[in-house]
């Protein structure tokens, strides 16, 4: 959530340095505040601010802040409440000023040290920690700011994107990333850093990203990048303004354009709130570990996509964390008389954080005797979040087409983060963790590879032109998955579309089975495979025309009444977010050979303000 900016230059940098945090204000953040040193490197001057950036704004007009290096930062509390003190930028002995995101894990253990070493703490947080850490290295070894971050970094465990700027060098920022992103922003005879490209939109499209383990210099007209010991090159990338988030670029429909982001996003939504091994509990917020410690049962809230998503974590919830979870459709949920089990976590889960049945469900609920309110939301400013009692974001950015892809991939990348958090109350183990967090990782590059399908899906799409009706089967987990499928496929294509547990064909759905009607299978490789096998053979004997997307490690095999099409082999875990995705490619293709508006389904709205 958090972001960054930082800018050296031969002229003021403090414009560009606010602009550009104004321009982060999308990801959330409770505080802001800059750093900058003049030209001479004399003046080291610190502004902070609780609550919004046009605050720090203010404040920057009244003090007339000027600098030719800088860097800047908006907060989201982690470790200690939103407060000046709490609020970044941090600093050490006057000299050494230093920009945070992600968590530091053994924070603790070095703030220990360095009390120990005279070094006095002035904030709650685990990043002023880094601050210290950077001047003692460079008191004790008496090197360079470059060297000094190099050997702090090494002592970090967690996640980190770092930007550093020390009063005896005023001529460079050092940057060191890991587990969080940043970008540097090239210039001419001026260079910039940033957690995210879209903060310097208004002063360069050229960027160099930097990968995990990364630690660059950045001076006027000079970046020196390192991996380690060796010295290396990163391409440089010209990056249009994130204004085309509103354009289609080189896709048809903005949907198509979104179902191809899914990668990058889960990416971005993942960045900062995982290590390598375990999930970093304290991205959820400073007082998530003890609401946490009380959860014994978990309701979710939400409306369309956004419910099948809470579906989707029931499972997860139940078999990873072990405790119980009820969700509820949003419209229907304050209508009748709800118990709340004692340690009960509400969670909300919207798009746009607007969706009037889902505000609603969460006035009605507060009300109530919940543990605490959670909202997982793609809107920092949204009513949703404002007025839950904390949120995690996904880093979606802006979904234009109606029939949601992208939104709905990371709010279940979340929604699993979520599961494994609580599971370690509940006696996950470190190694468990791990292999889930390992699995995660794999996920974007599962995407990609789900996406390939995309041509082959086209193919099969030209035989629901004529299609008025379509079911749609899972069993298990895959069950909401199967019923997003048909959702996507009724709102763009009009096609009517019904979702059934497998195994309920016999007690009704069977009767409509025919060699008119389409039979979509979601069909992941897991325990629950031979039962599908056999509710599937029951459509083909009935001479119903199936389309099944399975496990390419399965080996399913395509006739005159079945066509197969192979999903990458995954994590058990995982099946439900890369199944997902080609039954996205269907309703979109269909949708096409139909002539129907994608973008803009006839009824629907993106965002439903109105129950």
Not at 164 to 193: H, W, Y
Not at 452 to 469: A, P, R, T, V, Y
């Amino acid at each position: 959530m958090c972001g960054i900016v930082g800018a050296v230059a031969e002229r003021n940098v403090s414009g560009i340095l606010l602009e550009g945090l104004k321009r982060l204000e999308y990801r959330g953040y409770d505080s802001a505040g800059i750093a900058l040193l003049n030209g001479s490197g004399d003046k080291l001057t610190h502004l902070k601010t609780v609550g919004k950036v046009n605050k720090l704004l203010s404040s920057a007009s009244k003090a007339k802040l000027k600098g030719n290096l800088g860097i800047a930062h908006t907060r989201w509390a982690t470790h200690g409440k939103p407060t000046v003190a709490n609020a970044h930028p941090h600093s050490s002995a006057k000299e050494i000023a230093i920009v945070h995101n992600g968590i530091i894990e053994n924070y603790q253990e070095l703030r220990d040290k360095l009390s120990k070493d005279g070094y006095a703490f002035k904030t709650q947080t685990d990043s002023e920690t880094i601050a210290h850490l950077i001047h003692r290295e460079r008191r004790a070894g008496k090197v360079s700011l470059l060297e000094a971050t190099k050997k702090a970094v090494k002592k970090l465990d967690g996640a980190y994107g770092l930007c550093v700027m020390d009063k005896t060098e005023p001529d460079q920022i050092v940057v060191a990333r890991s587990g969080s992103p940043l970008v540097i922003g090239v210039g001419i005879g001026e260079n910039f850093v940033a957690s995210d490209p879209l903060a310097l939109g208004q002063v360069t499209d050229r960027f160099i990203y930097l990968e995990e383990g990364d630690v660059a210099r950045v001076s006027l007209d000079d970046i020196e990048i390192w991996h380690g010991n060796k010295k290396i090159d990163r391409p440089t990338t010209t990056v249009k303004s994130r204004a085309e988030d509103a354009e289609k670029g080189e896709y048809k429909h903005f949907m198509l354009k979104e179902i191809h982001e899914q990668a990058q996003v889960i990416r971005d939504t993942l960045d900062g709130r995982v290590s390598k091994s375990k999930v970093l509990e304290q991205a959820f917020g400073v007082k998530a570990g003890g609401v946490f410690d009380k959860v014994k049962t978990v309701q979710i809230v939400a409306c369309g996509t956004s419910f099948h998503a809470g579906q989707i974590a029931k499972y997860w919830l139940e078999s990873i964390a072990k405790i119980p979870c009820s969700v509820d459709i949003a419209s229907d949920y304050r209508y009748r008389d709800i118990i709340v089990q004692p340690g009960t976590l509400f969670v909300t889960i919207s798009q746009s954080g607007e969706t009037a049945d889902t505000l609603a469900a969460l006035r009605y609920a507060q009300k109530k005797k919940y543990v605490a309110s959670l909202a997982i939301c793609n809107v920092a400013t949204s009513s949703l979040v404002r007025e839950s009692d904390f949120c995690l974001l996904t880093m979606a950015g802006q979904e234009i087409g109606v029939a949601s892809t992208k939104a709905f991939t990371t709010q279940l990348a979340l929604l699993l983060i979520l599961s494994i958090v609580l599971a370690r109350r509940t006696g996950l183990n470190s190694t468990q963790e791990a292999k889930l967090v390992r699995d995660l990782g794999k996920l974007p590059g599962l995407i990609d590879k789900a996406l390939e399908l995309s041509k082959g899906i086209k193919k099969i799409s030209k035989q629901f032109s004529d299609k008025n009706h379509s079911l749609f089967l899972g069993r298990g987990i895959q069950y909401p998955v199967a019923k997003e499928g048909a959702l996507k496929l009724k709102e763009i294509s009009y096609i009517h579309a019904e979702a059934y547990p497998a195994g309920e064909l016999k007690h009704g759905p069977l009767a409509l089975v025919d060699s008119k009607m389409p039979v979509i299978a979601v069909a992941p490789n897991n325990d629950l495979l031979g039962k599908l096998r056999a509710n599937l053979s029951e459509v083909s004997a009935r001479g119903g025309k199936l389309y099944v997307f399975a496990d390419e490690s399965i080996k399913f095999e395509s006739d005159k009444s079945c066509k197969v099409v192979n999903v990458p082999n995954c994590p058990e875990v995982l099946a439900p977010i890369v199944f997902t995705i080609p039954l996205q490619l269907l309703s979109y293709h269909v949708a096409i050979m139909k002539g129907t508006d994608v973008d803009h389904p006839r009824n629907l709205a993106k965002s439903v303000t109105v129950e």
